[in-house]
């Protein structure tokens, strides 16, 4: 190979090695500069639609701690089991109860995804209109704006 090289004239050697750091300057550019830019902007794009839905999700927990703040004002008027009224309420909201597991006198319920919105107004008529304490609630917001994943604990 080398003899080859020497055996081109200076002008040849000259184009192949402009040629050879051409080459060299694309690949670099297409297989590292290109992509790690590609993602950097994805990443970008990404944390803004968290940041976005992180200051949605900070606004609507002060609508939940009102609705914490208010809780327990009138008795149980639907009269049934704790499971029988969470089911019922959670179907008249559209939401779909993942598992509910029971602990002593408390009930664990979980929801995979669902409106913040919803939950919230749903919370609201569980401790307003059933006289339901709810004692934990955790909210994990998910790639959708404004659907969260929940897990409570709630009680009477």
Do not use: H
Not at 29 to 46: D, S
Not at 65 to 82: F, Q
Not at 86 to 111: D, E, F, G, H, M
């Amino acid at each position: 190979m080398k003899e080859w090289f020497d055996s081109l004239e200076e002008r040849e050697r000259n184009l192949l090695l402009m040629l050879g750091g051409v080459l060299i300057i694309a690949v670099l550019y297409f297989a590292i500069y290109q992509p790690l830019t590609n993602k950097l902007t994805l990443a970008k794009e990404g944390v803004a639609r968290e940041q976005q839905l992180l200051s949605w999700v900070e606004k609507n927990a002060t609508k939940l701690a009102l609705l914490r703040a208010n809780s327990g004002v009138s008795a149980n008027a639907n009269g049934g089991s704790l499971e029988q009224i969470i089911n019922s309420t959670a179907r008249r909201y559209q939401l779909t109860i993942n598992r509910i597991q029971p602990q002593s006198n408390k009930l664990q319920v979980s929801l995979d995804s669902a409106s913040f919105v919803t939950l919230l107004q749903w919370i609201q008529e569980l401790q307003l209109s059933s006289g339901m304490v709810i004692e934990i609630a955790n909210f994990r917001p998910l790639a959708a704006p404004g659907l969260v994943k929940t897990r409570l604990v709630v009680s009477k």
